[in-house]
């Protein structure tokens, strides 16, 4: 198994891919896209993944929360994307019904504002960038540090993004939670639990149902417009120089080990800066970023995980794990 691998649970599987009546239901339930059989290629950055058994992507609020309830009522699993970036789907693909927040969970706005500090609430399915650019264009610091994280608003969350510069726990006051019988609950800071690019939401889960972010709340401060653009111009300008921005990526591959070098320099100090493998190859501008090359499978990334884990364990006996969601059977 490729570390923690979203997989089905006996009948799981049949009751979503091969049961005519519970497509035809998913399809009566919601008014955006359903498809069958999706190449999840076409919905991650590192363009690579066999298919969903469904694939839906609900229009409102309103929509995705009465399916939530339903496909758990069903006993149905799901899974929640919202940018894809942070995702590897294996080349077997994923068996259940696939959620995408990207286009019915919209919006950004102004909640309260005040001379020390304003909140701003972004939807779960808003890209993290328009997050960053909105803070901008209203003279609010505390979010440059996520300018050019790629994904969205939601999956920032519950990866607790973030750089040298600061991570979403620092600025994220509340979330709108969705569980699966169908609550929606307001989680203040004092409830979530992060960690190193991860959250833990309270209550225990199953992961076959697992509670989705709506929305969240972050708390900025008044700063000078000019300043603010000017730093998130630089910001891009040097992320673009030390990593390779537009390659098929999922981003920064492997967490950084706690008490050692951070997982590129590491990769670099073995000569594996650039090894390829199959279609896949670790980047040669940032040794962190594994990349679709050359119409890689997702194997091909996989094997070459492995292959650079392997070897940073046998040089410094440090244990890269990865970053990146690996999902799939």
């Given at each position: 198994m490729h570390g923690a691998v979203w997989r089905e649970k006996g009948?799981?599987?049949?009751?979503?891919?091969?049961?005519?009546?519970?497509?035809?239901?998913?399809?009566?339930r919601v008014t955006g896209r359903v498809a069958f059989d999706e190449p999840m290629a076409a919905?991650?950055?590192?363009?690579?993944?066999?298919?969903?058994?469904?694939?839906?992507?609900?229009?409102?609020?309103?929509?995705?929360t009465a399916?939530?309830?339903?496909?758990?009522a069903e006993n149905a699993p799901y899974l929640i994307i919202g940018g894809g970036s942070n995702l590897l789907v294996t080349d077997r693909g994923i068996r259940g019904v696939v959620i995408d927040t990207s286009a019915g969970l919209k919006g950004i706005?102004?909640?309260?504002?005040?001379?020390?500090?304003?909140?701003?609430?972004?939807?779960?399915?808003?890209?993290?960038?328009?997050?960053?650019?909105?803070?901008?264009?209203?003279?609010?610091?505390?979010?440059?540090?996520?300018v050019g994280i790629p994904g969205s608003v939601g999956g920032a969350i519950m990866m607790n993004a973030g750089t040298a510069g600061g991570a979403?726990?620092?600025?994220?006051?509340?979330?709108?939670?969705?569980?699966?019988?169908?609550?929606?609950e307001s989680v203040n800071d004092s409830m979530l639990s992060f960690a190193y690019r991860e959250l833990a939401l309270p209550g225990p889960h199953n992961p076959m149902h697992p509670p989705v972010i709506i929305d969240g709340r972050f708390k900025l401060q008044p700063a000078s417009r000019d300043d603010l653009a000017a730093e998130a111009e630089a910001l891009l300008k040097s992320r673009s120089e030390k990593q390779p921005i537009g390659d098929a990526s999922a981003g920064c591959f492997f967490k950084n080990p706690e008490d050692a070098e951070p997982?590129?320099?590491?990769?670099?100090?073995?000569?594996?800066k650039g090894a390829k493998l199959g279609g896949a190859q670790v980047s040669e501008k940032h040794a962190n970023f594994i990349l679709n090359?050359?119409?890689?499978?997702?194997?091909?990334?996989?094997?070459?995980?492995?292959?650079?884990?392997?070897?940073v364990y046998k040089a410094f006996r440090v244990e890269l794990k990865p970053e990146v969601r690996i999902v799939g059977e």
């Open positions: 009948r799981l599987s049949r009751l979503v891919r091969h049961n005519q009546a519970f497509r035809e239901e998913v399809g009566q919905h991650t950055w590192l363009r690579v993944g066999g298919p969903a058994d469904a694939y839906v992507a609900p229009k409102s609020p309103d929509e995705l399916l939530v309830k339903w496909l758990a706005s102004v909640i309260s504002e005040g001379p020390v500090s304003t909140v701003v609430q972004a939807m779960a399915g808003e890209r993290l960038n328009r997050l960053c650019r909105f803070a901008v264009d209203k003279g609010l610091a505390g979010l440059n540090f996520a979403v726990e620092q600025v994220l006051t509340q979330a709108t939670v969705l569980f699966p019988d169908g609550r929606l997982a590129g320099a590491l990769i670099e100090k073995i000569g594996m090359r050359e119409n890689a499978k997702a194997e091909d990334i996989l094997r070459l995980m492995e292959k650079v884990q392997a070897a």
